[in-house]
Protein backbone atom coordinates (compact mmCIF):
# COMPACT_ATOMS: atom_id res chain seq x y z
CA UNK A 1 0.00 0.00 0.00
CA UNK A 2 1.47 3.14 -0.95
CA UNK A 3 2.05 6.29 0.99
CA UNK A 4 -0.68 7.96 -0.93
CA UNK A 5 -3.61 5.63 -1.00
CA UNK A 6 -2.49 5.33 3.32
CA UNK A 7 -2.85 9.06 3.74
CA UNK A 8 -6.70 8.69 1.66
CA UNK A 9 -7.56 6.17 3.97
CA UNK A 10 -6.63 7.82 7.09
CA UNK A 11 -8.73 11.18 5.61
CA UNK A 12 -11.35 9.32 4.48
CA UNK A 13 -11.78 7.93 8.01
CA UNK A 14 -11.63 11.99 9.81
CA UNK A 15 -14.14 12.42 7.32
CA UNK A 16 -16.15 9.96 8.80
CA UNK A 17 -15.62 10.90 12.11
CA UNK A 18 -15.75 14.48 11.76
CA UNK A 19 -18.45 14.79 9.31
CA UNK A 20 -20.44 11.30 8.38
CA UNK A 21 -18.87 10.86 5.33
CA UNK A 22 -19.31 7.23 4.69
CA UNK A 23 -16.73 6.48 1.63
CA UNK A 24 -14.54 4.76 4.47
CA UNK A 25 -17.01 1.89 4.65
CA UNK A 26 -16.30 0.11 1.77
CA UNK A 27 -12.61 -0.35 3.13
CA UNK A 28 -13.98 -1.83 6.67
CA UNK A 29 -14.56 -5.71 6.82
CA UNK A 30 -17.18 -6.90 8.87
CA UNK A 31 -16.09 -9.31 11.56
CA UNK A 32 -18.07 -12.00 14.46
CA UNK A 33 -21.42 -11.16 13.13
CA UNK A 34 -21.07 -7.06 13.43
CA UNK A 35 -21.67 -5.11 10.34
CA UNK A 36 -19.38 -2.81 8.82
CA UNK A 37 -21.55 0.35 9.95
CA UNK A 38 -21.60 -0.54 13.68
CA UNK A 39 -17.98 -0.85 13.63
CA UNK A 40 -17.73 2.53 12.42
CA UNK A 41 -20.29 3.44 14.76
CA UNK A 42 -18.27 1.80 18.04
CA UNK A 43 -15.20 3.43 16.66
CA UNK A 44 -17.03 6.84 16.27
CA UNK A 45 -18.59 6.81 19.73
CA UNK A 46 -15.02 6.34 21.71
CA UNK A 47 -13.65 9.19 19.78
CA UNK A 48 -16.18 11.44 20.36
CA UNK A 49 -16.23 10.11 23.62
CA UNK A 50 -12.59 10.90 24.36
CA UNK A 51 -12.59 14.29 22.91
CA UNK A 52 -15.77 14.75 26.09
CA UNK A 53 -13.79 13.30 28.94
CA UNK A 54 -10.73 15.72 27.33
CA UNK A 55 -13.02 18.89 27.78
CA UNK A 56 -14.82 17.67 31.20
CA UNK A 57 -11.01 16.93 32.83
CA UNK A 58 -10.17 20.58 31.56
CA UNK A 59 -13.46 22.18 32.90
CA UNK A 60 -15.10 20.78 35.53
CA UNK A 61 -16.17 23.64 37.03
CA UNK A 62 -17.40 25.11 33.80
CA UNK A 63 -19.68 21.85 33.57
CA UNK A 64 -21.10 22.45 36.44
CA UNK A 65 -22.25 25.71 35.92
CA UNK A 66 -23.64 24.30 32.66
CA UNK A 67 -25.12 21.16 33.69
CA UNK A 68 -25.25 17.89 31.92
CA UNK A 69 -27.86 18.75 29.30
CA UNK A 70 -26.37 21.83 28.18
CA UNK A 71 -22.73 20.67 28.24
CA UNK A 72 -23.18 17.74 26.06
CA UNK A 73 -24.94 20.54 24.18
CA UNK A 74 -21.52 22.78 24.20
CA UNK A 75 -19.05 19.40 23.67
CA UNK A 76 -20.88 18.20 20.40
CA UNK A 77 -21.20 21.80 18.67
CA UNK A 78 -17.45 22.29 19.43
CA UNK A 79 -16.32 19.12 18.10
CA UNK A 80 -18.04 19.39 14.77
CA UNK A 81 -16.78 22.94 14.87
CA UNK A 82 -12.99 22.77 16.05
CA UNK A 83 -12.14 18.60 14.93
CA UNK A 84 -8.76 17.87 16.39
CA UNK A 85 -5.70 18.77 14.42
CA UNK A 86 -3.10 17.56 17.06
CA UNK A 87 -1.53 14.71 17.93
CA UNK A 88 -1.98 15.73 21.42
CA UNK A 89 -5.52 16.31 23.47
CA UNK A 90 -3.95 19.20 25.76
CA UNK A 91 -4.69 22.07 23.07
CA UNK A 92 -7.78 20.48 21.76
CA UNK A 93 -10.25 23.00 23.83
CA UNK A 94 -8.38 26.02 23.30
CA UNK A 95 -10.78 27.98 21.12
CA UNK A 96 -13.39 26.87 23.45
CA UNK A 97 -14.15 30.40 25.19
CA UNK A 98 -13.83 31.55 21.25
CA UNK A 99 -16.67 29.18 20.37
CA UNK A 100 -18.57 30.03 23.60
CA UNK A 101 -18.73 33.48 23.09
CA UNK A 102 -20.03 32.84 19.09
CA UNK A 103 -22.50 29.85 18.86
CA UNK A 104 -26.13 30.41 20.59
CA UNK A 105 -27.17 29.93 23.49
CA UNK A 106 -23.79 30.23 25.02
CA UNK A 107 -22.76 34.13 23.61
CA UNK A 108 -26.10 35.12 25.42
CA UNK A 109 -24.48 34.62 28.41
CA UNK A 110 -21.08 35.98 28.09
CA UNK A 111 -19.73 34.67 32.03
CA UNK A 112 -19.82 30.99 30.32
CA UNK A 113 -16.75 32.05 27.94
CA UNK A 114 -15.02 33.81 30.67
CA UNK A 115 -15.11 30.93 33.08
CA UNK A 116 -13.62 28.57 30.14
CA UNK A 117 -11.07 31.33 29.41
CA UNK A 118 -10.14 31.17 33.04
CA UNK A 119 -10.09 27.28 33.63
CA UNK A 120 -7.54 27.34 30.57
CA UNK A 121 -5.27 29.91 31.89
CA UNK A 122 -4.88 27.91 35.16
CA UNK A 123 -4.14 25.14 32.90
CA UNK A 124 -1.70 27.40 31.05
CA UNK A 125 -0.04 28.82 34.33
CA UNK A 126 0.46 25.02 35.51
CA UNK A 127 1.88 23.91 32.67
CA UNK A 128 4.04 26.49 32.01
CA UNK A 129 8.17 25.63 31.88
CA UNK A 130 9.95 26.32 34.61
CA UNK A 131 12.33 28.82 35.74
CA UNK A 132 14.54 30.28 38.70
CA UNK A 133 12.74 32.59 41.03
CA UNK A 134 13.98 35.64 41.74
CA UNK A 135 14.78 36.31 45.91
CA UNK A 136 15.43 38.98 48.05
CA UNK A 137 18.91 37.88 49.02
CA UNK A 138 19.63 38.46 45.37
CA UNK A 139 17.34 42.27 45.33
CA UNK A 140 20.25 42.65 48.13
CA UNK A 141 23.07 42.06 46.25
CA UNK A 142 22.30 44.82 43.70
CA UNK A 143 24.56 48.24 44.33
CA UNK A 144 22.22 51.13 44.36
CA UNK A 145 23.48 52.82 41.57
CA UNK A 146 21.69 50.18 39.15
CA UNK A 147 18.35 49.43 40.95
CA UNK A 148 16.99 52.64 38.39
CA UNK A 149 17.96 50.37 35.44
CA UNK A 150 16.88 47.12 36.86
CA UNK A 151 14.52 45.21 33.95
CA UNK A 152 12.81 42.18 35.88
CA UNK A 153 11.08 39.43 33.79
CA UNK A 154 7.77 37.79 35.06
CA UNK A 155 8.19 33.90 35.23
CA UNK A 156 6.84 31.63 32.53
CA UNK A 157 3.77 30.53 34.47
CA UNK A 158 2.30 34.56 34.65
CA UNK A 159 -0.82 35.24 33.22
CA UNK A 160 -2.77 37.98 33.18
CA UNK A 161 -6.74 38.43 32.39
CA UNK A 162 -9.44 40.85 32.70
CA UNK A 163 -13.10 39.45 32.95
CA UNK A 164 -15.91 41.99 32.46
CA UNK A 165 -18.16 39.74 35.17
CA UNK A 166 -17.63 38.07 38.51
CA UNK A 167 -16.22 35.09 36.41
CA UNK A 168 -13.57 34.37 39.09
CA UNK A 169 -15.72 34.89 41.88
CA UNK A 170 -18.20 32.68 39.94
CA UNK A 171 -15.59 29.50 39.57
CA UNK A 172 -14.49 30.05 43.09
CA UNK A 173 -18.05 29.26 44.88
CA UNK A 174 -18.54 26.47 42.52
CA UNK A 175 -15.39 25.09 43.50
CA UNK A 176 -16.48 24.74 47.36
CA UNK A 177 -19.26 23.28 46.20
CA UNK A 178 -20.97 26.65 46.80
CA UNK A 179 -24.02 28.54 44.91
CA UNK A 180 -22.68 30.86 43.19
CA UNK A 181 -24.33 34.82 42.65
CA UNK A 182 -25.90 35.83 39.78
CA UNK A 183 -23.71 36.97 36.71
CA UNK A 184 -23.21 40.87 37.30
CA UNK A 185 -20.90 42.84 35.41
CA UNK A 186 -17.89 43.61 37.25
CA UNK A 187 -14.73 44.42 35.63
CA UNK A 188 -11.39 43.52 37.03
CA UNK A 189 -8.13 42.44 36.18
CA UNK A 190 -6.51 38.61 37.48
CA UNK A 191 -2.96 37.70 37.56
CA UNK A 192 -2.34 34.25 38.14
CA UNK A 193 0.91 31.91 38.09
CA UNK A 194 2.47 28.76 39.68
CA UNK A 195 3.88 29.64 42.99
CA UNK A 196 7.15 28.20 44.62
CA UNK A 197 4.98 24.95 45.52
CA UNK A 198 3.81 24.17 42.05
CA UNK A 199 0.23 24.94 43.06
CA UNK A 200 -1.44 27.78 40.73
CA UNK A 201 -2.20 30.66 42.70
CA UNK A 202 -4.28 33.84 41.52
CA UNK A 203 -5.65 36.99 43.04
CA UNK A 204 -7.20 40.50 42.07
CA UNK A 205 -5.00 43.67 41.21
CA UNK A 206 -5.36 47.23 40.95
CA UNK A 207 -5.74 49.26 37.72
CA UNK A 208 -1.87 51.13 39.29
CA UNK A 209 -0.27 47.12 40.04
CA UNK A 210 -1.95 46.40 36.36
CA UNK A 211 -0.22 49.32 34.52
CA UNK A 212 3.35 48.48 36.65
CA UNK A 213 3.39 45.05 35.19
CA UNK A 214 2.28 46.23 31.92
CA UNK A 215 5.07 48.30 32.03
CA UNK A 216 7.49 45.20 32.60
CA UNK A 217 5.86 43.14 30.18
CA UNK A 218 7.22 45.81 28.06
CA UNK A 219 11.07 45.47 28.95
CA UNK A 220 10.51 48.96 30.93
CA UNK A 221 13.57 49.69 34.25
CA UNK A 222 12.68 49.90 37.35
CA UNK A 223 12.82 53.71 37.05
CA UNK A 224 9.97 53.82 34.73
CA UNK A 225 7.99 51.99 37.18
CA UNK A 226 9.22 55.11 39.56
CA UNK A 227 7.95 57.44 37.15
CA UNK A 228 4.23 56.27 36.60
CA UNK A 229 3.88 55.55 40.41
CA UNK A 230 4.98 59.15 40.73
CA UNK A 231 2.51 60.62 38.39
CA UNK A 232 -0.51 58.80 39.91
CA UNK A 233 1.26 59.33 43.72
CA UNK A 234 2.59 62.09 43.95
CA UNK A 235 2.45 63.37 47.29
CA UNK A 236 3.59 59.78 48.50
CA UNK A 237 6.52 57.70 49.10
CA UNK A 238 7.51 56.68 45.84
CA UNK A 239 10.41 54.48 46.53
CA UNK A 240 9.01 52.27 49.07
CA UNK A 241 5.82 52.16 47.24
CA UNK A 242 7.58 50.53 44.19
CA UNK A 243 9.89 48.72 46.42
CA UNK A 244 6.39 47.04 48.24
CA UNK A 245 4.96 45.97 44.70
CA UNK A 246 8.75 44.68 44.26
CA UNK A 247 8.87 42.71 47.33
CA UNK A 248 5.38 41.15 46.83
CA UNK A 249 5.98 40.11 43.60
CA UNK A 250 9.18 38.45 44.98
CA UNK A 251 7.27 37.18 47.60
CA UNK A 252 4.44 36.02 45.16
CA UNK A 253 7.21 34.11 42.95
CA UNK A 254 6.10 36.08 40.03
CA UNK A 255 9.35 37.21 38.79
CA UNK A 256 12.39 34.96 37.31
CA UNK A 257 15.71 35.61 37.72
CA UNK A 258 16.62 34.92 33.85
Known amino acids: ?22 EIAQHVAEHGGISREARLHIYKN ?41 TSLRHFADSLPMFLANQTPFKDYPLISEL ?9 AF ?22 SLVFRFHPSVQIAMFNFNTVETWQALKQEQAPE ?47 LLSQNPNEDISQLALNYLLSWIDDGILSSH
Not at 4 to 9: G, K, T
Not at 116 to 124: D, K, Y
Open 182 to 228: PAKQTANIWLLWRNNERLTQFRSISQQEHNLLNLMLNGHDFASLCDS
Open 116 to 124: AHFERLLMV
Open 127 to 148: DAKDANRYTRERLLEIPHEQWP
Open 1 to 22: MSKLSLHSLQQQMINYLTDDKP
Open 46 to 86: AYQMRFKETIDNDHQILGMYLGDDLFDQMVSGYIKAYPSNK
